[in-house]
């Protein structure tokens, strides 16, 4: 059997925070606190802006914004250029919030990984896990 359309998978993490949705947005949101839990970036919340983030591991992500929605929904793109097809990635990551009555409700979904890219997404979706909990040590600091 042939099939014309390219699956891809989606690694999603999902996580409650004590806080309201105001507080994450601006995590979200403002360049010098994604790069305390995400990374360094020229982040702007403005649909068509395009922006990278460099992680510390030496790549760089080029990214483009493709909806915000303040305090409810922020989507961009996450592409990585590599060599090797297993890591060259053209994904979308999705930020949902919902209010809760301990906090907010966070999930990321980032989309598009290939069926060869095994381990891009395994490492997707414990990345995300990492990067949630960094997120929560800064919103405590926050205070």
Known sequence: ???????????????????????????LTQPHLMEEWLMKNDFKPEVGHSFNLRGEWGGVLDCKVLTVEPHRMLSYTWNFAHEDAAY????????????????????????????????????????????????????????
């Open 88 to 143: 060259n990635l053209e994904s979308v990551v999705v930020f949902t919030l919902t209010p809760t009555p301990r906090g907010t409700h966070l999930r990321v979904e980032q989309s598009g990984f290939q069926p060869h890219q095994k381990q891009a997404y395994g490492g997707a979706h414990a990345g995300w896990k990492q990067f949630l909990e960094k997120l929560d040590q800064l919103l405590v600091r926050e205070g």
């Open 1 to 27: 059997m042939n099939t014309t359309t390219r699956e891809t998978r989606s690694a999603i993490v999902e996580r409650e925070f004590p806080h309201p949705p105001e507080k994450l947005w601006r995590a």
